[in-house]
């Protein structure tokens, strides 16, 4: 089944302490993103990644870190999360090209207390 | 500035009244597109569909039907004979071609409830 799974789905965590998000699609997508969805504010994007080892920032990077190593992999790094990351956090991928869809993940309830 | 604004808020419709979600764009680029997702109360996010700058063409997929004008930056979303499967939050994206890929750009959302 063609899919995006994200881990894990629900995290309560504390200041400061390091975390990883994982991302990983089936459907050999080269674009891939991230984006945070909060009350109010829609869906924005914290980066994206248009193939292997190419990462740009979205709207909203300040506090993550990203990296593809691997094509199918995208995982999102919080090196020292704070209370205003509590978000829930969604991953999606897609063909390269402009006018493809993007297939979005399960989601992951992330909250930094 | 916002990029996409969806300024509905939230909207209440009756069953079978028809309804339009409301999208207005900002941008400098000639080569753009277009995107409308559907948030169902489950939480997922569900594509309905893509259009690209250079095609003003009104679409139509069943109850829904899409109207996109390059003059007034919109592309607005109407659902004919709402059904109560219809209640989520919508939202509208536009997608602008940068050197490293594709940023993306979601409006707030609409979140529209169908009443029986």
């Known amino acids: 089944e063609a899919q995006v799974t994200q881990n894990p789905r629900y995290l309560i965590t504390v200041t400061g302490k390091k975390l990883t998000v994982t991302c990983s699609q089936n459907?050999?997508?080269?674009?891939m993103s991230w984006y945070r969805q909060d009350p109010g504010l829609g869906l924005r994007q914290i980066y994206y990644?248009?193939?292997?080892?190419?990462?740009d920032k979205g709207d909203v990077p300040e506090g993550y870190k990203v990296s593809r190593k691997e094509k199918r992999n995208f995982p999102l790094i919080l090196e020292s999360p704070s209370p205003n990351q509590t978000s829930l956090y969604f991953c999606?991928?897609?063909?390269?090209?402009?006018?493809?869809?993007?297939?979005f993940g399960p989601g992951t309830r992330l909250t930094v207390t | 500035a916002q990029k996409v604004t969806q300024a509905q808020t939230e909207i209440s419709v009756v069953e079978k009244e028809d309804v339009t979600l409301d999208c207005v764009y900002e941008t400098r680029d000639t080569t753009y597109y277009l995107f409308w997702y559907k948030q169902p109360p489950s939480g997922e996010l569900v594509f309905l569909i893509r259009r690209n700058s250079f095609d003003e063409q009104n679409e139509i997929s069943g109850r829904y039907s899409w109207n996109f004008q390059k003059s007034t930056s919109s592309f607005n979303f109407t659902i004919t004979a709402s059904q109560v499967v219809d209640s989520a939050v919508y939202f509208c994206a536009l997608s602008e071609l940068t050197n490293t890929g594709n940023q993306f750009y979601f409006g707030t959302g609409t979140s529209l409830t169908v009443i029986p």
């Open positions: 999606a991928s897609s063909f390269r090209q402009l006018n493809y869809e993007q297939y």
């Open positions: 990644s248009m193939n292997v080892e190419v990462t």
């Open positions: 459907m050999n997508h080269e674009y």
